[in-house]
């Protein structure tokens, strides 16, 4: 599961692979305290180890069809 928290400004973090407790830590931390956190963001490329990588055309093909 995915959670977006849109800021005032437009700033967008998109928090990824989302549980219960991580939720529970992101309304704490973040919408609370005011802090990212960086380890469950889209950017941390540690949680994507183990994906299959496809090349844009491939990305593209998959939505048009």
């Known amino acids: 599961p995915v959670v977006e928290v849109y800021e005032a400004g437009g700033v ?3 928090y990824v ?3 219960p407790e991580k939720a529970k830590t992101v ?3 973040h919408l609370k ?3 990212v956190i960086e ?3 889209i950017s ?3 949680l994507f ?4 990588h496809r090349s ?3 990305f593209l093909r998959f939505f048009i069809v």
């Open 12 to 14: 967008k973090t998109t």
């Open 17 to 19: 692979k989302m549980t």
């Open 27 to 29: 309304v704490e931390k």
């Open 33 to 35: 305290g005011g802090n």
């Open 39 to 41: 380890e469950y963001t």
């Open 44 to 46: 941390n490329k540690a």
């Open 49 to 52: 180890t183990g994906f299959q």
């Open 56 to 58: 844009k055309v491939e």
